[in-house]
């Protein structure tokens, strides 16, 4: 690889023989440079190269990378991680041979989430969330989205959305906030699916954004949940906004949502085990990216595969992420999620990796700033305590990471463990 150097005069920090996963060939490879260096300035990447080319130049501090591995930091592009209670019982009663009807009639499913969720305060959902967030960081995520979905009123959706914000003023990571008004239909509103998506684009919609409290607009376009056409509402009411639009489709079935969504240059389709030809070429049309949630189909014991051959053959990037949310992800662990893409959707460990550093970045509109290693962007990088980096898809349950930085700053440091008799 060329030596790669930016104009600045000193450097903060300077990371020293280390392997490098630049992650700038997507998928096709990890984008090796092998005994490199990093150097951080101003919370970006300053430098890059081998370490045998490293320049004499003013250095704060130094970091011997000791031949460990160093990736950007992981981004999970796709959780609900503020909600209110939990569905451990309803998992208890399907387990217990409980129909989905049953569970239901007992208080389950979305509603007692959506119940719940309304019922918390705003520092009882900060403090579930700050959990579950606190667990991704400490395995390597720097870049988390959330999403809003279980408040299902404006009251309880700007709540979410505040709670989604706060979580960055007490972890060191990169918030967006996806609004997710659109998710289910709420009780008040039984029967009335037109009725609740009027006042999502009419009342909800316009308040989160008067609020800055929302970076792009997903809806959930599935026979259980919203048609094609209150999915293009809500979309015209995001794009009059000026706001990027996402899609929940094709997870049961396939009603159009991401043909719909490619019109609208929408960020990513989601799930979309059920997407045929037509759809994923619409998606390489308009560049969106696919995230694929291996989560949930590991929970609900989903038999539908996503097309993983179809997204490969018309080049769409593949993105995967946690779906971390109470009742079909309970899983706040990208790691686990690197594992599962490879021995459930049969994705290489390249893919994988990519999945949740450059493509994720595309699949929230930061390509630009995150998901690789190179001069200009954000210096979020995790170092692992591995000899490649399939072991990152290959091992899970002991957790390699031995540091991480975000925006340059060293955020996480993990000491080895070392045991004596």
């Not at 951080?40 to 045998?52: C, D, F, T």
């Not at 208890?92 to 305060?121: C, D, F, H, P, W």
């Not at 009059?240 to 949502?257: D, F, M, P, T, Y």
Request: glycine share 8%; proline share 4%; with cysteine.
């Amino acid at each position: 690889m060329n030596v790669q150097a930016s104009s600045c005069h000193q450097w903060q920090t300077l990371i020293t023989r280390v392997n490098i996963a630049t992650m700038t060939q997507g998928g096709d490879s990890y984008g090796e440079l092998i005994d490199g260096a990093v150097a951080i300035a101003n919370g970006k990447i300053a430098w890059l190269g081998e370490y045998s080319q490293l320049p004499t130049h003013q250095v704060e501090k130094v970091i011997d990378g000791q031949g460990q591995w160093l990736t950007p930091g992981l981004i999970d592009c796709h959780t609900h991680i503020v909600f209110g209670g939990n569905r451990a019982n309803e998992f208890e009663m399907r387990l217990q041979g409980k129909s989905y009807e049953e569970i239901a009639k007992a208080g389950g499913g979305i509603v007692s989430t959506v119940n719940a969720t309304r019922a918390a305060t705003e520092q009882e959902l900060l403090d579930g969330a700050l959990k579950r967030a606190h667990a991704m960081h400490q395995q390597g995520v720097t870049t988390l989205e959330i999403k809003s979905g279980y408040g299902l009123n404006s009251e309880n959706e700007l709540k979410m959305l505040k709670v989604a914000t706060q979580v960055a003023q007490y972890l060191p990571l990169t918030i967006r906030r996806t609004f997710l008004g659109a998710h289910a239909l709420p009780p008040e509103y039984k029967g009335n699916s037109q009725g609740y998506i009027d006042l999502v684009c009419q009342e909800m919609l316009p308040q989160v954004a008067s609020a800055q409290l929302v970076d792009a607009v997903d809806v959930f376009c599935e026979g259980i949940a919203f048609d094609a056409k209150q999915t293009k509402q809500v979309f015209e009411a995001a794009k009059a906004l000026g706001i990027r639009v996402k899609v929940h489709a094709e997870q049961l079935s396939n009603i159009g949502g991401t043909a719909l969504a490619a019109q609208y240059q929408a960020l990513s389709s989601d799930h979309i085990e059920y997407l045929d030809e037509a759809g994923v070429q619409a998606m390489a049309k308009s560049d969106m990216t696919a995230v694929i949630l291996p989560g949930a189909f590991y929970f609900l014991r989903e038999t539908q595969l996503p097309p993983i051959d179809l997204l490969r053959k018309h080049g769409v990037a593949m993105a995967i992420a946690s779906d971390a949310n109470p009742g079909s992800s309970p899983i706040n662990s990208l790691q686990l999620m690197l594992n599962m893409a490879c021995t459930l959707f049969r994705l290489t460990p390249s893919e994988a990796l990519a999945g949740v550093t450059c493509h994720a970045a595309k699949a929230l509109g930061l390509s630009e700033d995150k998901g690789q290693i190179k001069i200009g962007m954000d210096a979020d990088l995790a170092l692992w305590d591995i000899t490649q980096p399939a072991e990152l898809c290959y091992q899970f349950g002991v957790n390699p990471l031995t540091m991480l930085f975000k925006d340059g700053e060293r955020v996480i440091e993990n000491a080895p463990v070392e045991f004596s008799k």
